[in-house]
T-cell receptor, first 111, second 117 residues
């Protein structure tokens, strides 16, 4: 399967703490994307990182990509209760016309 | 306008019914997608359209029939569904990739919650 693997499956933290979630994949990629989903509704795109990039930032979000280890991490700093959601990595593989979603990390931020 | 709209929000149908899900975007995106998502699972790709032509069919049963009437609209026609088809159906659009088929960020609609009785 080309599905990305994410860990942890679930994460519970206090407001103000940082949250880190990881995604691993299997073969060469064009890019890797992170999405957020609240309560079974539509997904929201957060960040896209290309295979030749190592780090990207967007507000309180930081994404890293290590192509030698075939892994990516999403860091959310100074978390808020509103960050409670499921987070998915999505992988665009080389030579593919589709994006494969990882299993997701469920983040719960306690106020 | 950066919104993808989907109708209806909820749908309950019997196994002998015929119904359609609709999706619309006005961002000029030339790639549109249908996904199926079960509770606590990631979205599973069903179909990809590029430039109004079906590019990918992920071996979806024929009781699901996609249609792309124009670059802004995407339909999913449903017929003789099974209870296990109950799920959240998500539509998405994105700018089309390069010649190698690179996919880029997708914009998702809120989904249609389908229940098959």
């Amino acid at each position: 399967s080309q599905q990305g693997e994410e860990d942890p499956q679930a994460l519970s933290i206090q407001e103000g703490e940082n949250a880190t979630m990881n995604c691993s994949y299997k073969t060469s990629i064009n890019n890797l994307q992170w999405y957020r989903q609240n309560s079974g509704r539509g997904l929201v795109h957060l960040i896209l990182i290309r295979s030749n990039e190592r780090e990207k930032h967007s507000g309180r979000l930081r994404v890293t990509l290590d192509t030698s280890k075939k892994s990516s991490s999403l860091l959310i700093t100074a978390s808020r209760a509103a960050d409670t959601a499921s987070y998915f990595c999505a992988i665009s593989y080389t030579g593919g016309f589709k994006t494969i979603f990882g299993a997701g990390t469920r983040l719960f931020v306690k106020a | 306008d950066t919104e993808v709209t989907q109708t209806p929000k909820h749908l309950v149908m019997g196994m002998t019914n015929k119904k359609s899900l609709k999706c619309e975007q006005h961002m000029g995106h030339r790639a549109m997608y249908w996904y199926k998502q079960k509770a606590k699972k990631p979205p599973e790709l069903m179909f990809v359209y590029s430039y109004e032509k079906l590019s990918i069919n992920e071996s979806v049963p024929s009781r699901f029939s996609p249609e792309c009437p124009n670059s802004s609209l995407l339909n999913l026609h449903l017929h003789a569904l099974q209870p296990e088809d109950s799920a959240l159906y998500l539509c998405a659009s994105s700018p089309w990739g390069d010649r190698r088929g690179t996919s880029y960020e997708q914009y998702f609609g809120p989904g249609t919650r389908l229940t098959v009785t």
